[in-house]
Nanobody
Framework: QVQLVESGGGLVQAGGSLRLSCAASGSIFNLVSMGWYRQAPGKQREWVATIRIGDNPNYADPVKGRFTISRDNAWTTLYLQMNSLKPEDTDVYYC??????????????WGQGTQVTVSS
């Protein structure tokens, strides 16, 4: 099993910054990628950013140039540095891990979510 514990959310003024953290524990046979998603009440979960082995980070257009995804060398902690925050960034942010535990099986793991509120 994999457990993801998120932290770092809170209230910030427009134009400010926050850094989200995701601590991963447990075991997995093969790690594919880690990323961040966000979701507002009553809406679909939206992809924000992904980092994967052997590739550069990828970002959704609304956050490109403002957010930076990173991780430690052991892939046990994932970060999302959020700068120049806007009110439309207000959402619950979720940490995501994609990997395989058995051959031929793709698993998606999610954190509990952390609230980010940007005031105008």
């Amino acid at each position: 099993q994999v457990q993801l514990v998120e932290s770092g959310g809170g209230l910030v003024q427009a134009g400010g910054s926050l850094r989200l953290s995701c601590a991963a524990s447990g075991s997995i046979f093969n790690l594919v990628s880690m990323g961040w998603y966000r979701q507002a009440p009553g809406k679909q979960r939206e992809w924000v950013a992904t980092i994967r082995i052997g590739d550069n980070p990828n970002y959704a257009d609304p956050v490109k140039g403002r957010f930076t995804i990173s991780r430690d060398n052991a892939w046990t902690t994932l970060y999302l540095q959020m700068n120049s925050l806007k009110p439309e960034d207000t959402d619950v942010y979720y940490c995501n891990l994609v990997g395989t535990m058995t051959v031929g099986t793709v698993e998606n793991y999610w954190g509990q979510g952390t609230q980010v509120t940007v005031s105008s």
